[in-house]
Nanobody, 118 residues
Framework: QVRLVESGGGLVQPGGSLRLSCEVF????????VAWYRQAPGKQRELVAD???????TYGDFVKGRFTISRDNAESTAHLQMSSLEPEDTAVYYC????????????WGQGTQVTVSS
């Protein structure tokens, strides 16, 4: 069965860094695009970064070069390296998997909290 496990969230000071990881179980990783979304209290969920199976990437406008999404196909894991974090980055970050190797299907992780505060 498909399961997404996120990790790496936590509390960091402004200007600090965190690396989020999303491990994808179920044998679908190689045929999937993987994305990170985030949702802050009172705000709508927004795209942070996306990486396709050909390693092409897309970033939200607010990233401004601070984040990098990558994928490790051998480990079926996607990473989001975040640097120069700001209080506005505080949110729950969700891994999103778009399976494209068969009937379209989408999976969400449970989310990991990122808090940027001094």
């Amino acid at each position: 069965q498909v399961r997404l496990v996120e990790s790496g969230g936590g509390l960091v000071q402004p200007g600090g860094s965190l690396r989020l990881s999303c491990e994808v179980f179920g044998g679908i990783f190689l045929r999937s695009a993987v994305a990170w979304y985030r949702q802050a209290p009172g705000k709508q969920r927004e795209l942070v970064a996306d990486i396709n199976f050909d390693d092409s990437t897309t970033y939200g406008d607010f990233v401004k070069g601070r984040f990098t999404i990558s994928r490790d196909n051998a480990e079926s894991t996607a990473h989001l390296q975040m640097s120069s974090l700001e209080p506005e980055d505080t949110a729950v970050y969700y891994c999103h998997v778009n399976f494209r190797g068969g009937p379209p299907s989408v999976y969400w992780g449970q989310g990991t909290q990122v808090t940027v505060s001094s």
